[in-house]
């Protein structure tokens, strides 16, 4: 299993310098993804349920709370992504973050107001704290379209930020709690 976090050239790219990549779709329902199980390889838990100690309790209370009607890993991942969408309010300018604190307590306990990466880093959070390996993946929207051209232009403003859950079998599935953006139809 080859997992690539990061690809880039060793030339520099200039206007109009043309590439190709190649990915893997993992094409996995809902009923598939349930009934993967939690038989997690030790290497994606030592290094995907990893949370600093000085995670705030009710972080930890409040994924707990929500996950409980869960049945399955995946059932409790959606819980996750469900609750971050109605309880936190997309703001592209959200309250200043004082210092010293643990930023997803403060999104999820005080400001409920950020843009994608912090519901991204609420969502690995809480899933690690109840026990499913998660991480925090960035990247670009496709951007829009040329028809003329047959190419799509990616800008700054594509930038966005997601959750992965691991499904054994299947590898990192997104999710997408981010009220702003359509949710993932499996």
């Given at each position: 299993l080859l997992e690539v976090y990061r690809v880039?050239?060793?030339?520099?790219?200039?206007?109009?310098?043309?590439?190709v990549v190649t990915s893997r779709v993992i094409d996995a329902d809902a009923t598939a993804l349930r009934r993967a199980g939690s038989d997690y390889p030790d290497r994606i838990t030592r290094l995907y349920l990893q949370l600093p100690g000085s995670l705030p309790q009710r972080v930890r209370t409040l994924a707990a709370e929500i996950t409980a009607p869960g049945d399955t890993p995946y059932d409790r991942a959606k819980l996750l992504e469900s609750y971050l969408r109605s309880n936190i309010t997309y703001d592209l300018t959200p309250p200043d973050f004082p210092g010293g604190?643990?930023?997803?307590?403060?999104?999820?306990?005080?400001?409920?107001?950020?843009?994608?990466?912090?519901?991204?880093?609420?969502?690995?959070?809480?899933?690690?704290?109840?026990?499913?390996?998660?991480?925090?993946?960035?990247?670009?929207?496709q951007?829009?379209?040329?028809?003329?051209?047959?190419?799509?232009r990616v800008r700054e403003n594509n930038a966005h930020s997601w959750p992965e859950i691991y499904f054994p079998g299947y590898g990192w599935i997104e999710f997408e709690p981010t009220v702003s953006e359509n949710p993932l139809i499996r």
């Open positions: 880039s050239s060793v030339d520099p790219h200039s206007a109009g310098d043309a590439y604190w643990d930023y997803v307590d403060f999104l999820l306990f005080d400001s409920r107001r950020g843009y994608c990466d912090g519901y991204a880093s609420a969502m690995v959070v809480m899933a690690r704290s109840v026990g499913i390996p998660a991480r925090l993946a960035t990247g670009y929207g951007g829009e379209y040329n028809s003329e051209r047959g190419t799509f």
